[in-house]
């Protein structure tokens, strides 16, 4: 009786193991999806494996995608290969939400610094007033956290800005609370995604302050610049709202809002880059990656958001050729040097200045080529905040990230990137020859 229990048992598992082949064969030969799982090498398709699963969003089941990629090497695919392919599945699948909750918080964001932005354009608000800035940093890192917190609740942000004297100003506190409450995304569905409306001042204080995580290489930790580029925002010029989704140190999602570009990526940078008009499309352009999915760009707009299009550092064979960028403001990054690079390298054509992340979303999109960041002081230390974003979405976009040295940004340090001076930014092909120019040109300081 027993002998017989454990053949039909068998049979059992036999005939179980038959039916899912078949249904392999059969259910799933159109998507080619089987033929990835079993031509893949063991060793690569179980760490795929272990790394969807020690995701803390891991839901068991992979979801076909229809993106277009552009991988770390830069290479466009429209049909990707089985390792894009499932190294873009599992990406996706992991960090779906959390690009999703950041783009659209960034979109809602955008839309409060852009109308703080107008007022100031159309002379309500004076040039000297510093309030401008006050205003809208405060009111879209407000909106951002608490976003994040809607959606995410345990975990942290390393935020530029606090409340603490704000909370001594409570004019400036009442003014910013008006344009919070205020500001909303048209699509009810996304905007409830956020968790809608911030309730109360107290509530809009709060979020600032949730914004004080000291950073590290622990756990899931946000990096927020809530307008980077304070300075060209001033002046009425280029400045961006910046996301990123750190674990352990690593960024995984990127997003920038640059609400004064123009949303066609094809648009050249040109010295007097100015400020786009909004227009039917959007008002501005929305950057985004996730690592291991390339970088893609959307126009900015009030309502959802959208798959996009992938995006990619333009392809230089003569580095001659490259267009280089460069901020805005002497005191941050030496124009001096950056004029001797240029010289070593044969690009005659002059830098472009433009403040903020922007740079990094210009680079991938392949307007510009080589952005250049030479430290200006010694001593100072590069916020993660003013990079983490830009620096996945170049590298999503086939380019390449270094400090001077040639060494990686490391963000799991602290709220600052204390083992990094200053930045390099170029398609992966010519940073080489880029860096080094720039050692060159530093030695022989
Ligand atoms: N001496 C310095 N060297 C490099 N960066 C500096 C700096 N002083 C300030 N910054 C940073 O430069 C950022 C702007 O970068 P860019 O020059 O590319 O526009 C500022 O961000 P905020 O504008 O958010 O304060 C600020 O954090
Ligand atoms: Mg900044």
């Keep these: 009786m027993r002998r017989l229990t454990n053949l039909d048992l068998k049979s059992y598992l036999f005939l179980s193991c038959a039916i899912a082949i078949l249904f392999s064969a059969v259910i799933l030969a159109p998507t080619g ?45 429209t049909s990707r290969n089985a390792d894009e392919s499932i190294n873009s599945l599992t990406s996706k699948m ?55 917190k809607h959606n995410f609740p345990s975990d942290e942000v390393v935020g530029e800005e606090e409340a603490s ?26 905007d409830k995604l956020l968790g809608g409306p911030i309730e109360s001042e107290e509530k809009m204080l709060e979020a600032i302050d949730a914004g004080s995580s000291a950073g590290g290489n622990k756990g899931r930790i946000w990096a927020l610049d809530p307008i980077d580029g304070t300075k060209g925002f001033l002046r009425g010029g280029q400045y961006a709202v910046c996301l990123a989704l750190m674990v352990d140190g690593d960024v995984k999602v990127g997003v920038l809002g640059c609400p004064n570009l123009p949303v066609d990526d094809s648009v050249a940078l040109t010295e007097d ?5 909004s227009d039917k499309e959007g008002f501005g352009v929305l950057f985004s990656a996730v690592q291991g999915e390339g970088a893609r760009s ?12 992938a995006i990619s550092v333009k392809k230089i064979t003569d580095v001659s050729q490259a267009v280089m960028c460069e901020s805005v403001e002497p005191g941050h990054s ?20 433009m403040d903020s992340q922007a ?18 002081r010694k001593d100072y230390q590069e916020k993660i905040w003013d990079h983490a974003a830009g620096d996945l979405i170049v590298r999503e976009a086939g380019g390449q990230v270094t400090d001077i040295h040639g060494k990686r940004l490391n963000f799991s340090l602290g709220r600052t990137l204390d083992e990094n001076k200053g930045v390099i930014a170029t398609p992966a092909n010519i940073h080489p020859q880029v860096l080094k120019a720039v050692g060159e040109v530093l030695t022989a300081k």
Excluded: M
């Design 33 to 77: 999806h089987h033929l990835q799982f079993f031509t893949r090498p063991a060793s690569r398709a179980a760490s795929i494996l272990a790394h969807v699963q020690k995701s803390p969003h891991y839901l068991g089941a992979v979801k076909n995608t229809k993106s277009v990629s552009v991988g770390r090497n830069g290479v466009h695919s």
């Design 359 to 376: 740079k990094y979303g210009s680079v991938a999109r392949g307007a510009g080529d080589v952005y250049l960041r030479l430290p200006v």
């Design 94 to 148: 992991a960090y779906e939400k959390e690009l999703k909750v950041a783009q659209l918080a960034v979109a809602r964001a955008s839309i409060l610094t852009k109308s703080v932005f107008a007022e100031k354009a159309k002379g309500t608000i004076s040039k000297e007033d510093k309030s401008p800035v006050t205003i809208g940093d405060y009111g879209a890192q407000a909106l951002i956290i608490a976003a994040i």
């Design 298 to 309: 959307q126009p900015l707009t009030r309502g959802a958001v959208s798959e996009g299009h």
């Design 334 to 353: 030496s124009k001096g040097d950056n004029a001797l690079i240029a010289e070593k390298l044969g690009i005659s054509g002059k830098p472009v200045q």
């Design 273 to 277: 880059i100015g400020v786009a008009a």
């Design 165 to 190: 004297s704000l909370r001594e100003q409570k004019d400036l506190s009442s003014k910013i609370w008006t344009l919070v409450k205020d500001t909303k995304l048209e699509d009810a569905e996304s």
